[in-house]
């Protein structure tokens, strides 16, 4: 990795091009830092850190963006309406025939769909600060004017600064896409999480300095469990199952075309980070519901009726810190990856291409039987992705749950996950951009 890295930085463009990426990921982390006005950040901060850890929605959030929700900055939403938008746009392309179509009309069709995406991320971007603005107000009580024209002031320049931060995120990330070096919103995203990494490693230290007896193993076990996790979360990005192909020779006059052997790479993680987030989104709609809609509590603190002692008990089942939660997390992380494996791979029309181009699977006739054994190899390396993901999300949900003060790294398997994909999908850019320029030394 870090070979190619010092490669590219030889080549002028691809330096260029690094350094582009770099100056807008400073921007990204100075806008992190700039206040939304009119909002007591005290007040958010002390509330996002007694509510965040057992309110998964919170911190789920907070990773997103980096620790800018907790400090209320004007990036506070990060990169969520635009990922939220890209699931719905995905979901919508799968079940609607005119969606479809577009994404199969090449780049002009990805160009159309990438401008239905934007126009949502912009509508869901209001939606949601709308939602975190009265949440701030009622909730948190952190916004300072609420009443007469300073309110209706205070409200329209905070709900402004929040869909306009979502706004210049997803134009920085399109900047990185078009003279950067990777995704644009997966370099945003990984500067975030990077970010946090000194929080965490804080967090670890000043519970090892008051208690040394207590955490001084506790803090190398979670050492050995990220190395661990970031070892086997390269080797399951790298992973893949290759079912061998076999060309038939053709003669056309004096020559001879075909005849070739081959495979088709079929990758154990090859649905990447997504069926995580999937999941965590619907997981993560009675938190939501729990930040607008309270369960009324008596003057002991008890549920006020009925109703509120079921809506209470409702919401702790779906804690983060409940094994119901983590059960259904790993449910929804499996059946979301074979709904997303499903969007991408088509066994059928894998086998007919095969057949046009007189190709086909050693011992496996052509046609139905060749999709049946695509659509079982397909199973079968889907399952053991969906597993490797659930293994990565809920191994720290389970830590954080034996260890309840260590609950900030809830998220550590997620977070993970996602820069790992991340840098390795770049590495991967800047190898082949390398490979085109024919970089000396770049095989040695």
């Not at 509510?51 to 998964?56: C, E, N, Q, R, Y």
């Not at 965490?200 to 955490?215: D, F, H, R, V």
């Not at 603190?301 to 008990?313: K, R, T, V």
Request: net charge positive.
């Amino acid at each position: 990795m870090f070979r190619t890295v010092k490669n590219a930085w030889r080549v002028a463009d691809i330096r260029k091009k690094m350094l582009y990426t770099l100056f807008i990921i400073i921007v990204f982390r100075i806008g992190s830092a700039i206040t939304v006005p009119f909002l007591d950040i005290g007040v958010i901060g002390s509330w996002m850190q007694d509510t965040a850890g057992s309110t998964g929605i919170l911190e789920y959030l907070n990773l997103l963006s980096g620790g800018a929700l907790s400090k209320a900055t004007i990036f506070s939403l990060s990169v969520q309406p635009f990922i939220n938008a890209s699931i719905i746009i995905q979901l919508l392309t799968f079940a609607l025939p005119p969606l479809e179509r577009l994404s199969n009309e090449g780049e002009e069709g990805r160009k159309t769909l990438n401008k239905i995406t934007a126009v949502l991320s912009v509508a869901l971007g209001i939606l949601m600060s709308v939602g975190y603005y009265f949440m701030l107000r009622n909730t948190v009580h952190a916004v300072k004017y609420t009443s007469g024209w300073q309110g209706w002031f205070a409200a329209v320049v905070i709900v402004v600064c929040f869909v306009a931060g979502s706004s210049l995120i997803i134009w920085l990330g399109n900047r990185i896409n078009e003279k950067g070096v990777g995704n644009g919103v997966s370099m945003i995203l990984l500067a975030g999480i990077i970010s946090r990494g000194p929080e965490t490693i804080g967090i670890l230290w000043t519970n090892l300095w008051n208690e040394p007896a207590k955490y001084f193993y506790i803090v190398i076990g979670v050492a050995v469990l990220f190395v661990a996790m970031i070892a086997f979360i390269v080797l399951m990005n790298e992973a893949e199952r290759r079912i061998p192909i076999q060309y038939a020779a053709r003669v056309v006059g004096r020559k001879q075309y075909g005849g070739q052997s081959t495979h088709i790479p079929i990758k154990i993680a090859m649905s990447g980070v997504m069926p995580i987030i999937f999941a965590m989104s619907f997981m993560q709609l009675p938190a939501t519901l729990e930040l607008f809609v309270q369960p009324k509590l008596n003057a002991e603190g008890l549920p006020a009726s009925g109703w509120d002692s079921f809506y209470a008990g409702f919401l702790r089942v779906f804690s983060p810190q409940h094994w119901v939660y983590v059960v259904l997390y790993m449910i929804l992380i499996v059946a979301f990856n074979f709904f997303y494996v499903s969007m991408q791979y088509n066994p059928v029309e894998i086998a007919n291409n095969l057949r046009q181009n007189n190709g086909g699977i050693p011992g496996i006739r052509p046609g139905k039987p060749t999709s049946d054994f695509i659509q079982r190899v397909i199973s079968k390396i889907t399952l053991v992705g969906a597993v490797f993901l659930g293994i990565i999300a809920v191994l720290p949900i389970v830590f954080s749950i034996v260890f309840p003060e260590l609950g900030s790294i809830s998220m550590g398997g997620t977070s993970i996950l996602i820069v790992v994909s991340v840098v390795l999908e770049t590495i991967r850019t800047l190898n082949s951009q390398l490979m085109m320029r024919h970089h000396k030394g770049f095989l040695g």
